[in-house]
């Protein structure tokens, strides 16, 4: 069973990391991946002297540098085996428990129902997600519990980590968690953060060496420390004086909130009060309290004058740009205001129903094989759900490898004649090129199946306006959905692959709404029809097709929409290199 919390307020690959948008930056992405499968056969042998297992891999960019790192460690002998510092003082704690007294617990209470229930509102618009995460830092008083897989030094990033100093300094507790697969760009402003009184921050299963490097050189002075090092948080969450929070897809970065220059992801969000707040607590305080995690100031080197570093954040934080003043639009595309002028006005219209938070072990395959750690995800418990639908299932997975067991699963519900839709990227909307290779073997069972198959396109997704404005940037899947006989919602960080499966730890939430469900249904039909292709099985022969709308003319595309000759032949070849359990 996943970690599934209780009631008591007591989870790499490069998810989401969008690549450039031109295709140079994914070429050169499958050539070191290529380049290190042929030399991982050696360093499998190499490592057995040194009784390492060979990893599970990271594709895409960062999994082609640390995978580089790995095949070329029998030349360069750079992974003199990294340890964890011993000793460390994990001072635990816990949610504190909710008052009705403060200002978000007054508004909470004067909002809920029946303790019994909670609210849900979706957020698709990337301003208002993020406006909401802004507003409950400003309004917290008592306590703020966040935790993401990658917080990106830009305008975002800045914005939110000065928000909770701002939010330390009028007495909250801030507990900030931390994947340290990212914070190349973000080490020294964690560092100065966590000076600050009221402030603590943590890393979920951190490099200690190359602190000052990427991906690519953190591997590589750890290599022999790769197993360990493989496996990452996904998770994302922010919860605020125990009694809202803020849950879904999106990571802290420009890219997730509409405001990156070049590359724009299409996500999902869910601003959430009542009783799973308390489940989303005790989740967090598991991985807060969890032996993978370590206090930043035991990874590298020590805070040693606090008023300095304190000093060194607010100059960090200030040296680039301030960030723009987020400037929502009067309603979104369901029809919602900002949450600033419900909180405002001291009651939140939500919809009410019945959820259940879980998220896997933080100690997932530490001591544990890989299929074990499957019977313990949070996606065992997905696909345990989801393929129990009686009339109709609905997914969104950007990154998608169904695997022999989906397969199955999708063939057990096409025979019980329910329908099944699923959207996920283009090979030009994808930032996985190989992980959309791997996809692509399923691609045509599954429309054998009957599968109701969209890929997101990214140019389509600049022309639709009703998700948000994504200006002259490039569109991107990066929502993880799912809907369930119009009556039941998934929402969390769980992508439908190995990666997710076996490997990183992940958060999710199931609701039970046929409200909700259908709002959801609404913003996936939107990106469906507006900004995907439709692909089919050609009338004759077994070839595809991408069928799609200009000018109210349907066109019909026999290629990979998108995508340029060189580009197709090339992931394609480097495929054949990459075995689908290292995806």
């Known amino acids: 069973m996943p970690f599934v919390a209780s009631n008591a307020p007591e989870s790499s690959s490069p998810y989401g990391k969008a690549l450039p948008p031109d295709a140079g930056a994914a070429l050169a992405s499958q050539f070191f991946t290529a380049l290190v499968h042929a030399l991982l056969g050696v360093t499998r042998a190499f490592a057995r002297c040194f009784e390492l297992y060979a990893p599970t891999a990271f594709f895409g960019a960062a999994r082609a540098k640390a995978l580089l790192a790995l095949g070329l460690a029998p030349l360069l002998f750079l992974g003199a085996c990294s340890s964890l510092p011993t000793g460390v003082v994990r001072t635990p704690s816990s949610a504190m428990w909710p008052s009705a007294e403060t200002a978000l617990g007054k508004i909470a209470k004067a909002s809920t129902p029946s303790s019994e229930q909670t609210g849900v509102r979706l957020m698709p618009l990337g301003v208002y997600s993020l406006e909401a995460r802004v507003q409950l830092a400003q309004r ?4 703020l519990d966040v935790q993401y897989y990658v917080i990106e030094n830009d305008a975002t990033g800045r914005l939110l980590l000065r928000s909770l100093r701002d939010a330390a300094a009028r007495g909250v507790r801030v507990r900030l968690l931390v994947d340290d697969l990212y914070t190349e760009h973000t080490d020294r402003m964690l560092r100065a953060l966590s000076a600050h009184p009221n402030v ?148 939140i219209g939500l919809v009410w129903g019945v959820a259940t938070a879980f998220a896997d072990p933080p100690d997932k395959l530490h001591q544990m094989t890989p299929q074990e750690a499957y019977s313990m995800s949070v996606t065992h418990s997905v696909m345990t759900r989801i393929w129990t639908a009686d009339t109709e299932l609905v997914v969104t997975s950007p990154y998608l490898i169904p695997g022999p067991r989906g397969m199955a699963s999708i063939t057990e519900l096409r025979r019980k004649n329910v329908k099944v839709t699923i959207m996920t990227n ?79 730890t992940e958060f999710g939430m199931f609701f039970d709404s046929p409200g909700v469900a259908k709002e959801l249904l609404r913003v996936i039909n939107i990106s469906k029809l507006q900004s995907a292709y439709h692909v089919r099985i050609a009338p004759k022969g077994t070839t595809l097709q991408w069928l799609t709308t200009d000018d109210d003319k349907e066109m019909i595309l026999t290629t990979e929409p998108e995508s340029s000759l060189w580009f197709r032949v090339n992931n394609m070849f480097f495929g054949w290199f990459v075995p689908e359990q290292l995806l």
């Open 140 to 143: 917290a008083q008592h306590s």
């Open 200 to 347: 603590e921050v943590r890393l979920f299963n951190p490099f200690t060496t190359a602190r000052w490097g990427g991906v690519l050189a953190r591997y590589g002075w750890s290599v022999f420390d790769f197993q360990r090092l493989n496996h990452r948080m996904h998770n994302k969450l922010f919860i605020a004086d125990g009694v809202m929070a803020v849950a879904g897809g999106r990571n802290i970065g420009d890219e997730y909130f509409l405001r990156h220059a070049e590359q724009n992801f299409v996500d999902m969000d869910a601003f959430v009060m009542g009783q799973v707040v308390g489940q989303m607590a005790s989740i967090f305080d598991g991985y807060w309290n969890s032996e993978v995690v370590y206090p930043i100031e035991s990874i590298g080197t020590p805070l040693k004058d606090r008023i300095k570093a304190q000093q060194t954040f607010t100059e960090l934080i200030d040296a680039e740009p301030l960030s723009p003043p987020l400037d929502p639009p009067p309603v979104d595309v369901l029809g919602y205001g900002p949450i600033s002028e419900e909180l405002e006005a001291g009651q």
């Open 426 to 504: 283009s090979l030009a909307a994808t930032d996985e090129p190989l992980v959309h290779n791997g996809y692509s073997h399923y691609r045509y069972k599954m429309l054998e199946q009957g599968v109701d198959l969209y890929e997101l396109s990214p140019t389509r997704a600049q022309q639709t306006k009703r998700l948000g404005m994504f200006g002259q940037s490039l569109g991107r899947l990066h929502a993880k959905t799912a809907v369930i006989d119009r009556k039941t919602v998934f929402i969390g960080s769980m992508n439908l692959d190995p990666r997710s499966a076996s490997v990183n």
